[in-house]
C-alpha cells in the first residue's frame, strides 16, 4: 500500500527511525531503510564522544553517510540541528548537499537560509518541532516543508512542553494542514500504528521500540532493561525545557529526589550533563551515571529483535 509520506520520501513502508542522539549508526539506519522505512542517523551519530569543532563534526558525519551508501541504495536521512549561530548547521548543510542525502530532519526552527538549499537541491524537509502547535504547523506549511512530525507527551527523548498525549495530538494538526503528518510517541506495536492511522497520521516516527535491537549500538543492559520494563517503571523528573523520564538508575532517581526538594529546573539540566549523560546511560550501560530515556509506549516490547522483524510486526498492514 502506497500513500503520500511514502512516495514523498521514496520508501515502501510508512515509517520513520527517528534520529536518537548517541544511539544511531550507519549500520543501524542502513538495516532500517533496506527493510523498507527510513533510517536516521541522529547526533552524534556513530561517535564515543563529543567534539565543539563543527568541522570535525561535520566530517564524521560525512565518514557515517558514506558507510550508509556503502550498505544500502534506499533513501536515509540526517538531523540538520539548527543552532543559533548557525555554525555548525552550514557545515552540516554543506555536507548533506555534497553527499546528495535524500532527507533531512529540521527541528523547531524556520530559517530560510536553511529551506532555500535544501529545496534548491530538492532534499525532502520532515519538520519536527519539540512541542506541536496550531500555530507552528500552519508556519511549516507556509515555509514549504514536505513532512510535520506531531510529537506526542508520550514519547522518548525530550519531551514536549505542552503535556498533550499522542492520542490528542495527532488529530488536532492533522485538522490543521494538509501536508501529510507522521505520529509520534508511544508507538509500541501494530496497535499503536493502527491508532495513528485511525487518527488521521499517514505515517509513524518511532524510536524506542527500535533502541533494543540487535543493530542498535545501545548497551546490551540497556536493550534488556527496555525489554524487562514497562511505562510504570519510567521515572520522569522536571529539567529543561520542561520534563525528562528515564528508566530507573541511580542518577535518575538522584534526578527525582532533587526535584522533590525543589531544585531548580536549570540545576537538574547540569546534573544530567547534557546528552552526556545519554552516551553514559545508553551507550556505555552504567546505570549509576548515566540516564535511559525511553516513551510510554514500551510495554509490549518482549524480545530483542532485528531492525527488520521490527519493522515487519509494526507495518504488517502495508505489504
Ligand atoms: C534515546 C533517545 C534519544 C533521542 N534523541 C533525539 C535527538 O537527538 N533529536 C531529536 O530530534 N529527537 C530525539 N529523540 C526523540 C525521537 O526523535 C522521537 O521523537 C521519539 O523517539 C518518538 O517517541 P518514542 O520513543 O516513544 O517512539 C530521542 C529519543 C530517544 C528515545
Redesign the pocket.
Known amino acids: 500500500m502506497n500513500n503520500r509520506i511514502c512516495e514523498i520520501l521514496n520508501i515502501e513502508k510508512p515509517i520513520i527511525q527517528?534520529?536518537?542522539?548517541?544511539?544511531t549508526n550507519a549500520e543501524f539506519v542502513a538495516a532500517v531503510s533496506n527493510a523498507g522505512g527510513l533510517g536516521f542517523l541522529?547526533?552524534n551519530a556513530g561517535q564515543v564522544d563529543i567534539t565543539r569543532s563543527p568541522e570535525i563534526s561535520a566530517e564524521r558525519m560525512r565518514t557515517e553517510i558514506q558507510k550508509i551508501k556503502s550498505l544500502t541504495n534506499k533513501p536515509f536521512g540526517i538531523?540538520v540541528i539548527v543552532n543559533r549561530d548557525l555554525n555548525y548547521t552550514w557545515r552540516i548543510l554543506e555536507t548533506v548537499i555534497d553527499e546528495k542525502v535524500p532527507v533531512v530532519?529540521v527541528?523547531d526552527i524556520l530559517d530560510e537560509r536553511i529551506f532555500k538549499p535544501l529545496k534548491e537541491n530538492n532534499i525532502k524537509i520532515v519538520y519536527?518541532p519539540l512541542t506541536p502547535t496550531i500555530e507552528n504547523a500552519k508556519a511549516a506549511e507556509e515555509f514549504g516543508i514536505d513532512v510535520y512530525?506531531a510529537?506526542g507527551f508520550?514519547?522518548?527523548?525530550?519531551v514536549p512542553e505542552r503535556v498533550i498525549g499522542t492520542f490528542s495530538i495527532v488529530p488536532m494538526i492533522v485538522d490543521t494542514i494538509n501536508t501529510p503528518v507522521m505520529a509520534?510517541?508511544?508507538?509500541g506495536d501494530v496497535r499503536g500504528v493502527r491508532a495513528a492511522f485511525a487518527l488521521g497520521a499517514e505515517g509513524v516516527?518511532?524510536?524506542?521500540?527500535f533502541?533494543p535491537t540487535k543493530e542498535n549500538p545501545a548497551a546490551e543492559n540497556v536493550k534488556q532493561m527496555i525489554v524487562d520494563a514497562t511505562a510504570e517503571d519510567l521515572l520522569m523528573f522536571r529539567t529543561l525545557p520542561a520534563y525528562y523520564r528515564s528508566l530507573p538508575t541511580k542518577l535518575a532517581n538522584k534526578l527525582v529526589e532533587m526535584d522533590k526538594q525543589g531544585v531548580s529546573r536549570e540545576e537538574i539540566a547540569k546534573m544530567m550533563v547534557g546528552?552526556i549523560g545519554?552516551r553514559i546511560g545508553?551507550l556505555e550501560g552504567n546505570t549509576d551515571d548515566g540516564y535511559i530515556?525511553?516513551?510510554?509506549?514500551i510495554a509490549p516490547i518482549k524480545e530483542i529483535r532485528t531492525v527488520k522483524e521490527v519493522i515487519d510486526a509494526l507495518m504488517q498492514d502495508f505489504n
Open positions: 527517528a534520529p536518537m542522539s548517541w544511539i541522529g547526533p538531523t530532519l527541528n519536527r512530525v510529537t508520550d514519547e522518548g527523548g525530550t509520534a510517541g508511544g508507538i516516527f518511532a524510536g524506542s521500540v533502541i546528552s545519554m545508553m530515556s525511553v516513551g510510554t509506549g
